[in-house]
């Protein structure tokens, strides 16, 4: 079974829709849990870190549920620029273990 | 302030010939990481150096080894390079703020024949 499991898509959505992503871990020991966007033939880049509570970027927020191991990604008002491959990433205790979904890809169409 | 920075951009092999990636970090970053990214399978930690004097094995290091020169370098050698290790390999640095957020270079495309 993979670490961290995310749905590749692909997610087709209208300018302006909302759109949420989840991603599952199998390890109940991960501590601490991102999200980064990746574009085409770049490098991943961060988004976000979710923290327990839950946290707000301007239309992005990210919600953890330790309880059933997962983590969620929630885009509103999408824009054309959204369109990207969005990855969830866990840390395990170590500090230094990271362990990557495969990735979400998202288009945005006007 | 140039971040994490690669060299080289891309590169051609030969099976069995060996080659080193450079990797570059002046955020004064503790933690350095070597992944490959496959299609469909996600990013894998090859190794990583927690700190200066340090490496450590990650998911899939064979094949592979690394130096951790000094504080801002980190280099991937390949020494008998197999078609298997084409790839996307991306070089990232870590600081912890609470928790470890990785910032990656730009990666180096590379393809064995």
């Known amino acids: 079974r993979k670490e961290v499991e995310q749905d590749p898509g692909p997610f087709n959505v209208p300018e302006g829709a909302t759109v949420a992503f989840n991603c599952t871990y199998s390890?109940?020991?991960?501590?601490?849990f991102f999200w980064y966007r990746q574009d085409c033939r770049k490098e991943p880049k961060l988004l976000m870190s979710?923290?327990?509570s839950g946290n707000e970027d301007g239309r992005f927020t990210a919600q953890l549920n330790r309880a059933s191991q997962y983590i969620s990604l929630l885009i509103r008002d999408s824009k054309l620029s959204d369109s990207a491959t969005y990855l969830c990433?866990?840390?395990?205790?170590?500090?230094?273990?990271?362990?990557f979904g495969t990735g979400t890809s998202l288009t945005v169409i006007p | 302030n140039a971040g994490v920075t690669q060299t080289p951009k891309f590169q051609v092999l030969k099976t069995g010939q060996s080659m080193t990636l450079q990797c570059a970090q002046d955020?004064?970053?503790?933690?350095m990481y070597w992944y490959r990214q496959d299609p469909g399978m996600g990013l894998r930690l090859i190794y990583y150096?927690?700190?200066?004097?340090?490496?450590d094995k990650g998911e899939v290091p064979n094949g592979y080894n690394v130096s951790r020169l000094n504080k801002r370098e980190f280099s991937l050698r390949l020494e008998s390079a197999a078609p298997s290790q084409t790839s996307v390999y991306f070089c990232?640095?870590?600081?912890?703020?609470?928790?470890?957020?990785?910032?990656f270079g730009p990666g180096t495309r590379l393809t064995v024949t």
């Open positions: 955020m004064n970053h503790n933690s």
């Open positions: 390890n109940s020991a991960s501590q601490s």
């Open positions: 990232a640095s870590s600081k912890y703020r609470g928790t470890y957020e990785q910032y």
């Open positions: 979710v923290y327990s």
């Open positions: 990433v866990v840390n395990f205790l170590t500090g230094n273990q990271f362990y």
């Open positions: 150096s927690a700190s200066e004097g340090t490496t």
